[in-house]
């Protein structure tokens, strides 16, 4: 029976994806409340703010842009290209991420804030998190951390 390593895709691949995915949401949402909350608490005020919220959505997305790459390279991926390719091709992937979601989160929150008061902020991470999840996925496999076509993985 051939000993085979891990392999690119299929269900495993994803559902890896999704754990780290998950856990790296969890640290953003956390980072999210805490430092939304202690931004708010050092403004003196418990009210909605933009400023409050679009550093705190920053921030949290940094955190968690962080986590999901080194992760996702060694665990869900595998992958052994080069960090000379990978890391400015994530990092403005990243970018273009982290800034839409600290422009339309505030704004997203701030529709939803008169139905739902304060799970405002919540649903609109919430919602920006979702979006880049279902981008996310492809975008890490077949752009970012695909295999090195120079190098063949051997058995």
């Not at 856990?23 to 956390?30: D, I, K, S």
């Amino acid at each position: 029976m051939e000993n085979r390593k891990p392999g690119r895709g299929g269900l495993r691949e994803f559902l890896r994806f999704a754990q780290v995915t998950c856990l790296a949401m969890a640290v953003e949402m956390l980072s999210f409340l805490l430092l939304k909350r202690g931004l708010l608490l050092m403004r003196g005020s418990m009210q909605a703010g933009e400023l409050p919220s679009t550093l705190a959505f920053l921030a949290s997305s940094v955190v968690a842009n962080a986590l999901s790459f080194i992760l996702n390279r060694k665990k869900t991926f595998h992958s052994r290209n080069s960090l000379r390719y990978a890391v400015p091709v994530y990092v403005g992937y990243s970018a273009l991420m982290i800034a839409l979601q600290t422009v339309a989160g505030p704004l997203l929150e701030s529709a939803l804030f008169d139905p739902l008061g304060k799970g405002a902020a919540v649903t609109a991470k919430a919602l920006m998190m979702g979006m880049s999840l279902c981008i996310s996925y492809p975008v890490n496999k077949y752009i970012i951390m695909r295999p090195d076509a120079g190098k063949k993985r051997t058995a």
